[in-house]
């Protein structure tokens, strides 16, 4: 199988996320970009707090990375 990095970068403020925060989510098995709750995971494993309900994709950047 495959892993597929992708690097996701807040592009706006959503709650205690600002513009310039970023974490990396691995996936295995697909080349599908990561979804709002991955994303939301990582964010709250690296800086410790929570998107905010409602938060969308559109607040992020996310690009594949390898």
């Known amino acids: 199988m495959m892993n597929h990095l992708w690097r996701v970068t807040a592009v706006k403020v959503t709650g205690k996320v600002t513009p310039g925060m970023w974490v990396e989510v ?36 996310i690009e594949k990375m390898g």
Not at 26 to 46: C, D, Y
Not at 53 to 58: A, F, N, V
């Open 26 to 61: 691995l996936k295995s098995g697909t080349n599908a970009p990561p979804t709002i709750k991955e994303i939301g995971m990582e964010v709250e494993r690296k800086y410790g707090v929570k998107l905010l309900p409602g938060c969308s994709l559109s607040n992020f950047k």
